[in-house]
DNA sequence: CGCTTGTTTCACAAATTTGTGAAGTCAACG
DNA sequence: CGTTGACTTCACAAATTTGTGAAACAAGCG
Protein backbone atom coordinates (compact mmCIF):
# COMPACT_ATOMS: atom_id res chain seq x y z
CA UNK A 1 0.00 0.00 0.00
CA UNK A 2 0.75 4.02 -0.56
CA UNK A 3 2.79 5.47 2.27
CA UNK A 4 1.60 8.47 2.12
CA UNK A 5 1.11 10.45 4.80
CA UNK A 6 -1.81 11.05 5.89
CA UNK A 7 -2.89 14.83 4.78
CA UNK A 8 -6.24 16.00 6.72
CA UNK A 9 -7.78 17.46 4.25
CA UNK A 10 -9.99 20.01 6.57
CA UNK A 11 -11.80 23.05 5.01
CA UNK A 12 -9.36 25.34 6.75
CA UNK A 13 -6.33 25.86 4.40
CA UNK A 14 -3.16 25.66 7.54
CA UNK A 15 -1.68 29.36 7.05
CA UNK A 16 0.82 30.98 8.15
CA UNK A 17 2.74 28.53 6.84
CA UNK A 18 4.90 29.06 3.27
CA UNK A 19 3.39 27.57 0.89
CA UNK A 20 5.70 25.10 0.10
CA UNK A 21 5.28 23.68 3.45
CA UNK A 22 1.66 21.96 2.58
CA UNK A 23 3.91 18.14 1.78
CA UNK A 24 5.97 16.86 4.36
CA UNK A 25 7.55 14.46 2.15
CA UNK A 26 9.34 11.10 2.85
CA UNK A 27 12.92 12.23 2.90
CA UNK A 28 12.42 14.87 5.13
CA UNK A 29 10.21 12.39 7.80
CA UNK A 30 12.89 9.83 7.38
CA UNK A 31 15.65 12.72 8.30
CA UNK A 32 13.36 13.65 11.53
CA UNK A 33 12.99 10.31 12.54
CA UNK A 34 16.86 9.60 11.90
CA UNK A 35 17.58 12.89 13.63
CA UNK A 36 14.87 12.13 17.11
CA UNK A 37 16.59 8.86 17.49
CA UNK A 38 19.85 10.36 17.66
CA UNK A 39 18.42 12.66 20.32
CA UNK A 40 16.91 9.85 21.89
CA UNK A 41 19.91 7.47 22.43
CA UNK A 42 21.21 10.38 24.00
CA UNK A 43 18.80 10.38 26.43
CA UNK A 44 16.61 13.19 25.30
CA UNK A 45 12.69 11.88 26.00
CA UNK A 46 11.25 10.05 22.43
CA UNK A 47 8.07 13.09 22.03
CA UNK A 48 10.12 15.86 22.73
CA UNK A 49 12.80 15.01 20.41
CA UNK A 50 10.67 14.10 17.48
CA UNK A 51 8.54 17.38 17.94
CA UNK A 52 11.84 19.30 18.04
CA UNK A 53 13.15 17.50 14.84
CA UNK A 54 9.72 18.09 12.89
CA UNK A 55 9.92 21.17 13.75
CA UNK A 56 13.44 21.98 12.40
CA UNK A 57 13.29 20.14 9.27
CA UNK A 58 9.86 22.56 8.90
CA UNK A 59 10.21 25.38 6.51
CA UNK A 60 9.39 28.12 8.65
CA UNK A 61 10.53 26.77 12.07
CA UNK A 62 7.23 27.34 13.52
CA UNK A 63 4.12 24.48 13.55
CA UNK A 64 1.18 24.39 14.98
CA UNK A 65 -0.44 21.45 17.68
CA UNK A 66 -2.62 20.16 14.71
CA UNK A 67 -0.01 20.44 11.90
CA UNK A 68 3.33 18.32 14.23
CA UNK A 69 0.12 15.93 15.84
CA UNK A 70 -0.56 15.24 11.38
CA UNK A 71 3.10 15.08 10.58
CA UNK A 72 4.35 12.50 13.27
CA UNK A 73 0.83 10.99 13.46
CA UNK A 74 0.44 11.38 17.14
CA UNK A 75 -2.48 12.35 19.54
CA UNK A 76 -3.23 15.95 20.23
CA UNK A 77 -2.00 14.70 24.42
CA UNK A 78 1.30 13.84 23.10
CA UNK A 79 1.50 17.05 21.17
CA UNK A 80 0.71 18.83 24.61
CA UNK A 81 3.11 16.84 26.68
CA UNK A 82 5.83 17.22 24.09
CA UNK A 83 5.62 20.72 23.47
CA UNK A 84 5.21 21.45 27.22
CA UNK A 85 8.66 19.91 28.44
CA UNK A 86 10.40 21.59 24.86
CA UNK A 87 9.64 25.01 26.46
CA UNK A 88 10.49 23.94 29.86
CA UNK A 89 13.68 23.67 29.33
CA UNK A 90 13.84 26.60 26.57
CA UNK A 91 14.15 24.95 23.15
CA UNK A 92 11.25 26.32 21.70
CA UNK A 93 8.69 29.56 22.20
CA UNK A 94 5.36 29.59 22.14
CA UNK A 95 3.54 32.56 20.47
CA UNK A 96 0.00 32.99 20.14
CA UNK A 97 -1.02 35.12 17.14
CA UNK A 98 -3.72 37.92 18.25
CA UNK A 99 -6.55 36.75 16.01
CA UNK A 100 -6.22 33.08 16.63
CA UNK A 101 -6.83 30.14 18.49
CA UNK A 102 -3.63 28.17 16.92
CA UNK A 103 -0.63 28.22 19.27
CA UNK A 104 2.53 27.98 17.29
CA UNK A 105 6.01 26.82 18.81
CA UNK A 106 8.62 27.88 17.17
CA UNK A 107 12.72 26.80 17.31
CA UNK A 108 14.24 29.32 19.31
CA UNK A 109 16.09 31.72 16.37
CA UNK A 110 19.69 30.62 18.51
CA UNK A 111 18.76 27.24 19.60
CA UNK A 112 22.21 26.30 20.14
CA UNK A 113 23.02 28.87 22.21
CA UNK A 114 20.24 28.49 24.45
CA UNK A 115 20.87 24.70 24.58
CA UNK A 116 24.30 25.76 26.10
CA UNK A 117 22.97 28.03 28.31
CA UNK A 118 20.99 25.47 29.90
CA UNK A 119 23.97 23.06 30.30
CA UNK A 120 25.58 26.03 32.25
CA UNK A 121 22.58 25.11 34.26
CA UNK A 122 23.36 21.86 34.91
CA UNK A 123 26.77 22.45 35.30
CA UNK A 124 26.55 24.48 38.15
CA UNK A 125 24.69 22.01 39.94
CA UNK A 126 27.05 19.42 39.34
CA UNK A 127 29.93 21.95 40.66
CA UNK A 128 27.56 22.14 43.79
CA UNK A 129 27.33 18.57 44.36
CA UNK A 130 31.04 17.31 44.04
CA UNK A 131 32.00 20.37 45.77
CA UNK A 132 30.17 19.05 48.96
CA UNK A 133 31.43 15.26 47.91
CA UNK A 134 34.90 17.09 48.42
CA UNK A 135 33.94 17.72 51.95
CA UNK A 136 32.28 14.15 52.42
CA UNK A 137 35.38 12.12 51.46
CA UNK A 138 37.90 14.86 53.37
CA UNK A 139 39.75 17.06 51.39
CA UNK A 140 43.41 15.07 51.99
CA UNK A 141 42.18 11.53 50.81
CA UNK A 142 42.89 10.61 47.46
CA UNK A 143 39.07 10.22 46.64
CA UNK A 144 38.44 14.17 47.96
CA UNK A 145 41.73 15.07 45.73
CA UNK A 146 40.06 13.23 42.83
CA UNK A 147 36.69 14.75 43.36
CA UNK A 148 38.57 17.98 43.75
CA UNK A 149 39.82 17.81 40.48
CA UNK A 150 36.48 17.13 39.08
CA UNK A 151 35.39 20.35 40.81
CA UNK A 152 38.27 21.59 38.63
CA UNK A 153 37.21 20.76 35.53
CA UNK A 154 33.73 21.57 35.10
CA UNK A 155 34.45 24.88 36.81
CA UNK A 156 37.00 25.16 33.24
CA UNK A 157 34.47 23.83 31.57
CA UNK A 158 31.64 26.11 32.56
CA UNK A 159 33.83 29.28 31.91
CA UNK A 160 35.64 28.07 28.45
CA UNK A 161 32.28 26.98 27.15
CA UNK A 162 30.86 30.66 27.95
CA UNK A 163 33.59 31.88 25.94
CA UNK A 164 33.28 29.69 23.42
CA UNK A 165 29.35 30.35 23.06
CA UNK A 166 30.51 34.35 22.78
CA UNK A 167 32.76 33.51 20.01
CA UNK A 168 30.31 31.24 17.88
CA UNK A 169 28.06 33.89 18.19
CA UNK A 170 30.36 36.93 17.45
CA UNK A 171 31.28 34.80 14.22
CA UNK A 172 28.12 34.17 13.26
CA UNK A 173 26.99 37.69 13.44
CA UNK A 174 29.72 38.52 11.07
CA UNK A 175 29.10 36.11 8.27
CA UNK B 1 45.46 6.40 60.13
CA UNK B 2 44.71 2.78 59.44
CA UNK B 3 42.19 4.08 57.01
CA UNK B 4 41.76 0.88 55.64
CA UNK B 5 41.75 0.22 51.78
CA UNK B 6 38.85 -1.31 50.13
CA UNK B 7 41.65 -4.27 49.22
CA UNK B 8 40.35 -7.42 50.68
CA UNK B 9 41.49 -7.59 54.16
CA UNK B 10 41.86 -11.57 54.51
CA UNK B 11 39.61 -14.61 55.42
CA UNK B 12 37.15 -12.77 57.56
CA UNK B 13 34.16 -13.19 55.93
CA UNK B 14 31.58 -10.17 56.36
CA UNK B 15 28.46 -10.74 58.27
CA UNK B 16 25.81 -8.37 58.58
CA UNK B 17 27.03 -6.46 56.08
CA UNK B 18 24.70 -2.99 55.86
CA UNK B 19 25.15 0.54 54.32
CA UNK B 20 27.06 1.77 57.45
CA UNK B 21 30.04 -0.74 56.02
CA UNK B 22 33.20 0.48 57.91
CA UNK B 23 35.23 2.73 55.05
CA UNK B 24 31.87 3.99 53.77
CA UNK B 25 29.88 6.47 56.54
CA UNK B 26 27.24 7.47 55.42
CA UNK B 27 27.85 11.39 54.40
CA UNK B 28 29.82 9.68 51.64
CA UNK B 29 27.29 7.56 50.59
CA UNK B 30 24.76 10.53 50.80
CA UNK B 31 27.50 12.42 48.31
CA UNK B 32 27.08 8.96 45.90
CA UNK B 33 23.35 8.87 45.84
CA UNK B 34 23.19 13.01 45.06
CA UNK B 35 25.38 12.44 42.44
CA UNK B 36 23.92 9.50 40.94
CA UNK B 37 20.75 11.58 41.14
CA UNK B 38 22.53 14.18 39.06
CA UNK B 39 23.60 11.82 36.60
CA UNK B 40 20.87 10.38 36.55
CA UNK B 41 18.31 13.42 35.84
CA UNK B 42 20.74 14.17 32.70
CA UNK B 43 19.63 10.87 31.13
CA UNK B 44 22.64 8.81 32.94
CA UNK B 45 20.90 5.18 33.65
CA UNK B 46 20.44 5.04 37.09
CA UNK B 47 22.55 2.12 38.09
CA UNK B 48 25.32 2.58 36.08
CA UNK B 49 25.06 6.09 37.74
CA UNK B 50 25.15 4.89 41.28
CA UNK B 51 28.24 2.56 40.45
CA UNK B 52 30.65 4.99 38.67
CA UNK B 53 29.49 7.73 41.67
CA UNK B 54 30.21 4.92 44.42
CA UNK B 55 33.88 4.58 42.45
CA UNK B 56 34.86 8.08 42.50
CA UNK B 57 34.35 8.38 45.97
CA UNK B 58 36.37 5.15 46.97
CA UNK B 59 39.70 5.66 48.00
CA UNK B 60 41.67 3.31 45.48
CA UNK B 61 39.32 4.84 42.70
CA UNK B 62 39.08 0.87 42.01
CA UNK B 63 36.16 -1.65 43.87
CA UNK B 64 35.42 -5.17 42.99
CA UNK B 65 31.91 -6.27 42.38
CA UNK B 66 31.28 -7.41 46.02
CA UNK B 67 32.45 -4.24 47.00
CA UNK B 68 30.24 -2.17 45.24
CA UNK B 69 27.29 -4.68 46.13
CA UNK B 70 27.98 -4.41 49.49
CA UNK B 71 27.91 -0.50 49.48
CA UNK B 72 25.19 -0.26 47.15
CA UNK B 73 23.08 -2.72 48.38
CA UNK B 74 22.67 -4.27 45.46
CA UNK B 75 22.60 -7.63 43.80
CA UNK B 76 25.74 -8.99 42.19
CA UNK B 77 23.62 -8.90 38.67
CA UNK B 78 22.98 -5.23 39.43
CA UNK B 79 26.53 -5.07 39.20
CA UNK B 80 27.29 -6.41 36.41
CA UNK B 81 25.03 -4.85 34.31
CA UNK B 82 26.30 -1.82 35.46
CA UNK B 83 30.00 -2.31 34.81
CA UNK B 84 29.25 -3.58 32.03
CA UNK B 85 27.70 -0.23 30.64
CA UNK B 86 30.01 1.86 31.87
CA UNK B 87 33.30 -0.23 30.06
CA UNK B 88 31.25 0.18 27.27
CA UNK B 89 31.16 3.97 27.63
CA UNK B 90 34.23 3.86 28.33
CA UNK B 91 34.08 5.02 31.90
CA UNK B 92 36.08 2.43 33.54
CA UNK B 93 38.13 -0.05 33.37
CA UNK B 94 38.08 -3.33 34.12
CA UNK B 95 41.33 -4.98 36.33
CA UNK B 96 42.53 -8.47 36.75
CA UNK B 97 44.79 -8.64 39.59
CA UNK B 98 47.12 -12.00 38.58
CA UNK B 99 46.45 -13.71 41.46
CA UNK B 100 42.91 -13.45 42.22
CA UNK B 101 39.82 -14.11 40.58
CA UNK B 102 38.32 -10.91 41.63
CA UNK B 103 38.00 -8.38 38.89
CA UNK B 104 38.38 -4.67 39.98
CA UNK B 105 36.55 -1.85 38.64
CA UNK B 106 38.74 1.31 38.29
CA UNK B 107 37.71 4.65 37.54
CA UNK B 108 39.98 6.08 34.91
CA UNK B 109 42.55 8.80 35.70
CA UNK B 110 41.78 11.07 33.25
CA UNK B 111 37.86 10.50 33.50
CA UNK B 112 36.86 14.18 32.11
CA UNK B 113 39.18 13.73 29.36
CA UNK B 114 37.65 9.86 28.32
CA UNK B 115 34.01 11.24 28.68
CA UNK B 116 34.73 14.46 26.29
CA UNK B 117 36.52 11.82 23.36
CA UNK B 118 33.02 9.89 23.84
CA UNK B 119 30.79 13.01 23.53
CA UNK B 120 33.53 13.32 20.12
CA UNK B 121 31.97 10.09 18.50
CA UNK B 122 28.25 10.93 19.77
CA UNK B 123 28.91 14.60 18.34
CA UNK B 124 29.98 13.25 14.52
CA UNK B 125 27.73 10.74 14.30
CA UNK B 126 25.13 14.45 14.82
CA UNK B 127 27.28 16.05 12.44
CA UNK B 128 26.24 13.08 10.02
CA UNK B 129 22.20 13.00 10.44
CA UNK B 130 22.03 16.87 10.16
CA UNK B 131 24.45 16.77 7.18
CA UNK B 132 21.52 14.39 5.42
CA UNK B 133 19.08 16.53 6.88
CA UNK B 134 20.31 19.16 4.70
CA UNK B 135 19.96 17.66 1.48
CA UNK B 136 16.52 16.20 2.53
CA UNK B 137 14.62 19.37 3.05
CA UNK B 138 17.13 21.13 -0.01
CA UNK B 139 19.93 23.08 1.11
CA UNK B 140 18.21 26.54 -0.82
CA UNK B 141 15.40 26.42 1.60
CA UNK B 142 14.70 27.89 5.09
CA UNK B 143 14.81 24.67 6.59
CA UNK B 144 18.21 23.90 4.76
CA UNK B 145 19.49 27.21 5.92
CA UNK B 146 18.83 26.31 9.61
CA UNK B 147 20.01 22.82 9.66
CA UNK B 148 23.02 24.03 7.87
CA UNK B 149 23.90 26.39 10.36
CA UNK B 150 23.38 23.40 12.48
CA UNK B 151 26.04 21.56 11.05
CA UNK B 152 28.20 24.27 11.41
CA UNK B 153 28.15 24.89 15.03
CA UNK B 154 28.57 21.28 15.46
CA UNK B 155 31.71 20.82 13.50
CA UNK B 156 32.61 24.27 15.63
CA UNK B 157 32.35 22.53 18.57
CA UNK B 158 33.48 19.35 17.83
CA UNK B 159 36.81 21.32 16.66
CA UNK B 160 36.79 23.56 19.68
CA UNK B 161 35.99 20.73 21.87
CA UNK B 162 39.00 19.07 20.88
CA UNK B 163 41.77 21.58 21.56
CA UNK B 164 39.92 22.91 24.78
CA UNK B 165 40.67 19.12 26.18
CA UNK B 166 43.94 19.66 24.98
CA UNK B 167 44.42 22.43 26.92
CA UNK B 168 43.27 21.04 30.18
CA UNK B 169 45.10 18.37 30.07
CA UNK B 170 48.36 20.39 29.68
CA UNK B 171 47.27 22.57 32.68
CA UNK B 172 46.71 19.84 34.38
CA UNK B 173 50.17 18.30 33.52
CA UNK B 174 52.21 21.23 34.58
CA UNK B 175 50.70 21.33 38.07
C1' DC C 1 41.20 -33.23 39.37
C1' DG C 2 37.32 -31.51 41.82
C1' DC C 3 35.91 -27.94 45.31
C1' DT C 4 35.13 -23.11 46.17
C1' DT C 5 34.08 -18.63 45.16
C1' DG C 6 33.47 -14.61 42.38
C1' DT C 7 31.13 -13.16 38.14
C1' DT C 8 27.91 -13.49 34.30
C1' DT C 9 23.63 -14.85 32.13
C1' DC C 10 18.74 -15.77 31.97
C1' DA C 11 13.84 -15.50 32.86
C1' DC C 12 10.77 -13.06 35.18
C1' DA C 13 8.42 -9.62 38.37
C1' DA C 14 8.08 -4.87 39.65
C1' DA C 15 8.21 -0.22 38.60
C1' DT C 16 8.49 3.49 35.63
C1' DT C 17 7.63 5.67 31.35
C1' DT C 18 4.87 6.56 27.19
C1' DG C 19 1.03 7.63 24.53
C1' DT C 20 -4.01 7.46 23.98
C1' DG C 21 -9.06 8.46 24.29
C1' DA C 22 -12.16 11.23 26.41
C1' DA C 23 -13.67 14.76 29.20
C1' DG C 24 -12.62 19.53 30.57
C1' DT C 25 -11.22 24.50 29.88
C1' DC C 26 -10.83 28.71 27.59
C1' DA C 27 -11.29 32.16 24.24
C1' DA C 28 -12.76 33.80 19.60
C1' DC C 29 -16.58 34.23 16.70
C1' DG C 30 -21.49 34.43 15.23
C1' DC D 1 -24.51 34.59 25.31
C1' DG D 2 -24.06 30.28 23.18
C1' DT D 3 -21.37 27.71 19.86
C1' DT D 4 -17.21 26.08 18.18
C1' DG D 5 -12.68 24.71 17.85
C1' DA D 6 -7.92 24.41 19.77
C1' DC D 7 -5.35 22.96 23.47
C1' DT D 8 -4.81 20.78 28.14
C1' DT D 9 -5.59 17.51 31.74
C1' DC D 10 -6.82 13.02 33.52
C1' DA D 11 -7.06 8.09 34.05
C1' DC D 12 -5.63 4.17 32.14
C1' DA D 13 -3.43 0.60 28.98
C1' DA D 14 0.72 -0.78 26.66
C1' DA D 15 5.46 -1.05 26.31
C1' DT D 16 9.89 -0.51 27.96
C1' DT D 17 13.22 -0.46 31.52
C1' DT D 18 15.12 -2.03 35.95
C1' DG D 19 16.71 -5.12 39.24
C1' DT D 20 16.42 -9.74 41.33
C1' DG D 21 17.00 -14.82 42.32
C1' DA D 22 18.75 -18.76 40.58
C1' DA D 23 21.39 -21.37 37.58
C1' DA D 24 25.50 -21.50 34.68
C1' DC D 25 30.24 -20.50 34.10
C1' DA D 26 35.25 -19.82 34.94
C1' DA D 27 39.40 -19.79 37.46
C1' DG D 28 42.30 -20.20 41.50
C1' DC D 29 43.31 -23.42 45.23
C1' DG D 30 43.66 -27.62 47.91
Same mark, same amino acid.
Given at each position: ??????????????????????? @??????????????????? *??????? +??????????????????????????????? *???? @???????????????????? @? +??????? @????????????????????????? *???????? +??????????????????????????? +???
Amino acid at each position: MTQRNEQQPGPEQPQGESAGEDG @YPPEVADFVERLAADLTEA *GFPRMPA +RVFSCLLASESGSLSSAELGERLLISPAAVS *GAVR @YLSQVHLIARERQPGSRRER @Y +RVHAEVW @YEAMTNRDAVLNRWISTFSSGVEAV *GPESPAGR +RIAESVEFLTFMRNEMAALMERWRTTR +RES
